[in-house]
């Protein structure tokens, strides 16, 4: 039976449109899935919008529509940007649907009745674009501003219920100890660690000064804080609350997760509250909350009030330009998967698709299928003449592959993207390396050494085919159109990764032809730098 993994990125607050910040969470978790789904896991991956709480309220209020008006339309425009950059999600969750509603009533009608509700006043500060509320401490340190917008924080107080994350202080530091990896990468786990061991404060679980969103059972004058709501999507999307229910019978199974990708603005959330809240619940917690840094602009941060945000407009121009694979390879690899931002510049990207892209695997591929063509009347040739494997240059092409097949693998595991995308293209890297160093070319004039010739030219075709099946994850297209060339049809989804990359899979005496898969591109694109400058009215009204 295939394991099953589980992978969510945030849901994304419909008050505002999707721009790279939601296109690049969603882009590397889908990269994984597809990995992973092509190495044998059964995956299930999440994706959605959230859509209550008193930003979406105002936001609509501002706009003269209603709340769910403005959720619906700018669902869609989170769903359209999925679709335009291919993103396959197995289900996108909104939070007004009523399966959700349904289940979080019922998981907060379930933490009511235990322990770890009670009704109370709290006192505290508010970050009020945040909707989050800060200890003393906390909001000291962060010289009472808004860690986020930079807005100061502002005095609230309220009768609400409280979540008893106090109680929860031992539990989650013992969760900590035992399971380093349990937030990553490690930066990012000293960080929520240092914070969670000042100590723990219970946290409202409602709130009264607004109506939209899910009702307290019992009590419908208090409205479920969003962020209690909005963490649930993670179980109501599995059906767990309502465990005589089909999705339940379908999904149940992919509880827990093995990755909760997220952005570091909301690691508290995710790393403290969320397992808290399963503790209460009693169910069993993710294995690895992954908050990645943010992708900055020009050394700038990106923000609504600057304008300089990268939106689905200057999104399409890089894909129309370079071709939506380039875009999914500059997203994995130069991304801030780490514990520092990425800068993003259309001259880095320029460069990237130039030294990785056209300079190595599409040079590398389209000299080898050449060669072929003139050398060998374009069809595989043998590396075994007469049976026996001829090791040019003594070059271990079966453990080499083998490495970078189990590198690539054990790094897209532990969801380092970039790691893995890097054996890959190490590979198709030697592959160069032993063309330069066998010089074909040569050997081709030479009649009597036409059994050396072959063997290095199907040495050079597998290493690239098995190269090209660990990247295709994040290049399916190109990829494609590689396999095609090679004659190979290769599926996917049934087809399984271990299988496929085993040394040999290449039939001698397919035909082969020539392909050119990424284009020289003479400059940058420089339009986007210039056109996110000056804020739009938008971005303007949503500030
Ligand atoms: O926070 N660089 O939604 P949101 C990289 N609804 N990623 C970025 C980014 C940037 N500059 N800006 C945003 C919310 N992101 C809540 C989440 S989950 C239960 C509720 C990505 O629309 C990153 O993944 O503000 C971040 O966490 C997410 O968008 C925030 O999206």
């Known amino acids: 039976m295939s394991r099953h993994t589980y992978i969510t990125t945030p849901i994304y607050y419909v008050n505002d449109k999707p721009h790279i910040g939601h296109a690049y969470t969603t882009t590397i978790c889908d990269v994984f899935a597809r990995f992973m789904r092509f190495d044998g896991d059964d995956v299930f991956f999440l994706t959605g919008t959230d859509e209550h709480g008193i930003k979406i309220e105002k ?38 649907e009523a399966r959700h509603v349904r289940q979080v009533e019922c998981l907060v009608g379930r933490l009511r009745a235990s322990d770890a509700v009670y009704l109370g006043e709290f006192e505290g500060w508010y970050d009020e674009g945040q909707e989050e509320y800060h200890t003393e401490t906390r909001a000291r340190d962060l010289q009472y501003k808004s860690p986020v917008s930079g807005a100061p924080l502002v005095r609230a107080r309220e009768k609400n219920y409280y ?3 106090s109680a929860f202080q031992k539990p989650l530091e013992e969760l900590f100890e035992r399971c380093p990896d349990f937030v990553r990468p490690p930066a990012r786990r000293n960080e929520v660690l240092g914070q969670l061991r000042k100590g723990l404060q219970d946290v409202p679980m409602s709130r009264t000064n607004f109506t939209w969103g899910v009702p307290m059972p019992g009590d419908p004058e208090h409205v479920i804080y969003v962020w209690i709501d909005a963490l649930m999507n ?50 069993a917690l993710p294995e690895c909350i992954y908050a990645h840094s943010f992708w900055i602009r020009d050394g700038q941060k990106m923000s609504k009030i600057l304008g300089n945000f990268i939106d ?32 993003f510049s259309s001259a880095h990207f320029h460069e990237i698709y130039t030294t990785d892209l056209v300079n ?20 595989v040739p043998t590396e075994s003449p007469g049976g026996t ?50 010089e074909p070319y040569k050997i081709a004039k030479d ?97």
Not at 313 to 336: C, F, N, Q
Request: contains cysteine.
């Open 234 to 283: 993670y179980i109501t999307a599995l059906g767990l609350a309502e465990p005589d229910g089909d999705a339940y019978r379908r999904r149940h199974a992919y509880w827990p997760p093995a990755y909760h990708v997220i952005g570091k603005e909301i690691l508290w959330f995710h790393a403290v509250i969320w397992p808290a809240l399963l503790m209460a619940l009693e169910l």
């Open 447 to 543: 009649k009597t050494r036409g059994d050396e010739l072959g063997a290095i030219l199907y040495q050079c075709l597998e290493a690239i085919r098995i190269g090209s099946l660990l990247l295709w994850a994040v290049m399916p297209q190109r990829m494609n159109q590689l396999w095609e060339a090679m004659g190979l049809s290769i599926d996917p989804t049934t087809d399984r990764l271990t299988t496929l990359s085993a040394w040999g899979g290449l039939e001698v005496g397919r035909r082969v032809q020539r392909i050119a898969l990424f284009p020289r591109i003479d400059a940058p694109l420089e339009a986007d730098a210039s056109s996110c400058r000056q804020p739009t009215a938008e971005s303007r009204e949503a500030t």
């Open 360 to 379: 190595t695997l599409g040079n590398c591929a389209s000299r080898v299928t050449a060669m072929i063509g003139k050398y060998v009347n374009g069809v």
């Open 59 to 96: 936001s609509a209020q501002a706009r003269g529509i209603s709340p769910q008006a403005l959720a619906d339309k700018n669902a869609k425009e989170f769903k359209a940007m999925m679709a335009q950059l291919q993103l396959g999600f197995d289900d996108f969750i909104r939070t007004t």
């Open 312 to 343: 689905l407009k200057t999104i399409e121009s890089y894909v129309d330009r370079y071709g939506l694979d380039t875009w999914r390879y500059y997203m994995a690899t130069k991304g801030p998967l780490g514990a520092t931002d990425a800068d």
């Open 163 to 165: 979540f008893r994350l």
């Open 389 to 438: 494997r001829i090791a040019v240059g003594n070059h271990d092409w079966p453990a080499i592959c083998q490495q970078a097949v189990a590198d690539a693998q054990r790094a897209m595991r532990r969801f380092e993207l970039a790691s893995s995308i890097g054996s890959a293209i190490g590979l198709i890297r030697r592959v160069d390396g032993f063309i330069n160093l066998t």
